[in-house]
């Protein structure tokens, strides 16, 4: 008897052959319960995991692998920096905290990741700049290299005003981004064990001519270990038109979070002050601004609906609407991609 043909299978079909076999294992602090995402715990928590066998993650980062794509209207980074609190909630004039070799700061996050700063404080226009640069170079150095950008096409799109104080504004950003060390630990998105590295997130050559503000031309050096970022955990996008008239700090960065999940979510207060890297010391307050933020979220079409999850306010629940909800997309897929053009 002649063999039976097997049917060709299809990019989708392989894709969802990719998922089965590479879904990342859930983190340990992290449950689902009918769908939606629970914590065991209010304080974010970090399992990190240390052996003679782990691989560094600088291994990852040294391979040049590219930044992925996405559509002009929209943001992306990687999950293990917006699942953080990298980017706080800190009102602009308040003194940012700044932390030395010695004594790095801890920097909260979710997953199997353990992530220590060097450097001055970062606040939600910092990774605004930052997701930028990184929208940039998705163009001009996918695989990390020079960006280069004309300041007022750049502050134009970030939606700030164009004067003076804000291109003194766009440097001293480059400067503290270009001056942060991260220095990350824990696992990848496979769950294999990665050792300490420390790496810079950018770097920065300041030769605009002074002549010619509005016209010259700024120049941004990517790494390729922040590019690697992309793949040593997953990524999110953002909708940026969407996120550009947010005007609260603290709706601004849960709708970096959330964007990073699909389906029905469920957070503590406790741990959503902590992630944010909130300042203010009164709960019954921070419960108030939660509130505000999460209906600023819904009227812009970002959130489709959010409650309180029980009577003493603990704990929120809420779920992305269709505009709002980005695909988080993994290593594995994008190598099936790369591979299959």
């Known amino acids: 008897m002649p063999a039976a043909q097997t049917a060709p299978t299809s990019l989708g079909n392989r894709l969802e052959q990719i998922r089965a076999r590479s879904k990342p294992a859930q983190p340990a602090e992290d449950r689902c319960i009918n769908g939606s995402l629970a914590f065991e715990d209010e304080e974010p928590q970090v399992h990190l995991v240390r052996s003679n066998s782990a691989r560094s993650v600088g291994e990852y980062l040294k391979v040049k692998r590219p930044i992925p794509m996405w559509h002009e209207n929209e943001r992306a980074g990687p999950n293990v920096l917006m699942r953080s609190s990298l980017f706080t909630i800190a009102p602009l004039n308040m003194k940012r905290w700044v932390a030395t070799a010695s004594k790095p700061r801890d920097i909260a996050c979710l997953g199997d990741y353990q992530i220590q700063m060097v450097g001055e404080e970062l606040r939600q226009d910092d990774g605004d700049v930052f997701f930028g640069v990184l929208h940039l170079a998705r163009v001009q150095a996918n695989r990390g290299g020079t960006v280069q950008f004309v300041a007022s096409e750049f502050i134009r799109d970030l939606g700030w005003n164009r004067d003076g104080h804000t291109y003194k504004r766009l440097h001293e950003i480059f400067r503290r981004l270009a001056s942060t060390l991260l220095i990350v630990s824990g696992k990848n998105v496979t769950g294999e064990e990665i050792r300490e590295t420390g790496f810079t997130m950018l770097e920065y050559d300041y030769a605009r001519d002074e002549s010619n ?37 603290l709706a601004r960065y849960l709708h970096l979070l959330y964007a990073t999940y699909r389906g029905p979510l469920s957070f503590g207060v406790v741990q959503l002050h902590t992630l944010s ?41 809420a779920e992305m609407s269709a505009i709002g909800e980005q695909h988080v997309v993994a290593q594995q897929q994008l190598e099936l991609l790369e591979s299959a053009l």
Do not use: C
């Open 213 to 249: 503000r509005d016209g010259g031309k700024w120049q941004i050096r990517i790494p390729s270990s922040t590019v690697n970022l992309f793949w040593v955990s997953h990524y999110s996008r953002l909708h940026w038109d969407l996120r550009r008239n947010l005007r609260s700090l």
């Open 277 to 317: 890297g909130s300042s203010q010391k009164r709960m019954s307050t921070f419960r108030q601004a939660l509130a505000a933020a999460h209906d600023e979220l819904t009227s812009a079409g970002i959130l489709a609906r959010w409650d309180w999850q029980d009577k003493k306010r603990t704990r929120i629940s």
